[in-house]
């Protein structure tokens, strides 16, 4: 028999191989019992559009090159409300990621609307040209807030879709222009600037153009096409008045418990997937414009002294809009980029 002294070590030695085995399966996990990260994903875009099959189409994808261990549920078509309310539940944990334009982006880092002011643009590659000299510091800002962002895109540019024909300014400033709720500082510059403004949901604006209660509104061709909102805004104004920005963003400790190993082919599936939308709508802007128009949409014209006005109508308002509305040190690195492009492709010998 063993002596007494020996089978109490025997049983110690045993209890504590037990303890490290428990351990490690605890610290180790077997793959086959990994944990699931489930991202809950909203988006503005509606569900029938071909958008949303992009964006479904990434989420299936990474659910298939994750082998099951990431899982992406999307909500489209504003079931999770606007922008801003998107973001307020990423926060509070009942969202992990979306597609969000400027809006919401900017309820994160305000410093992504030098993207998008008013009448400073006159290409997507000068906008382009100044989001890649910008991102990195974009995207540490966006960072330091606890979001990720995975891909940059666009929904096309910004246009004045409006119940009765607009010109020029003062066409806009008889009307009742459309606004997302939430947004003081916008809702100040416009009436600074003299327009009259009502701020609202997203899903008020169609019953809102029908009823009255809007008569104009701001929409890229393409967001128009799919959201049949010229059915009802049956005049466009032929002047580009800023790029709807957009990304798609996660929050960052979700991002985190995501495998490393495959965050690579994650991110590259998310890039295509920019890529692809991006293409799409630029391509699609004057297709979709020619289907409304055929349909009964008016272009109304613009001509070289109706369009200085829309100039001179927004420049009135970059006092308030550096600073207040847009980060004043965001807003002269982009309006210096932008000089930098037009002056390098001012002095580019033509083809």
Known sequence: MMPKADARRSRGTALIVAIALVAAVCVFPSPARAQTVTIKMATLVPTNSSWFLVLKEVADKWNKLS????????????????????????????????????????????SVYALSIPMAYDSY???????????PRLESAIESQGFVVLNWADAGWLRFFSTSPVATPDDLRKLTLFQWAGDAK??????????????????????????GLFQACTLSPQVAQIGRYYERAKYMTDVQWALLLGATVIKKDTWLQVPADIKPALLKAMKEAGDRLQADIRQSGEKDLAAMKGAGLTVVPVDAKAKDLWHKAAESAYGKIRGEFVPA????????YRDEYRKAHAAAPKK
């Open 329 to 336: 040190e965001a807003f002269d690195e982009a309006m210096r």
């Open 186 to 211: 916008t809702l100040e510059i416009w009436k600074t600037a003299g327009f009259k403004v009502r701020p609202a949901a997203v899903s008020d604006l169609p019953m809102g153009l029908s009823t």
């Open 125 to 135: 590659d000068e906008v382009y040209y100044v989001l890649d000299k910008m991102t």
């Open 67 to 110: 082998n099951g261990r990431v899982r992406v549920i999307l909500y489209g078509g504003g079931t999770k409300g606007d922008d801003p309310e998107v973001v307020q539940a990423m926060r509070l944990g009942e969202l992990q990621g979306a597609v969000l334009t400027s809006v919401g982006i900017a309820e994160i880092e305000k």
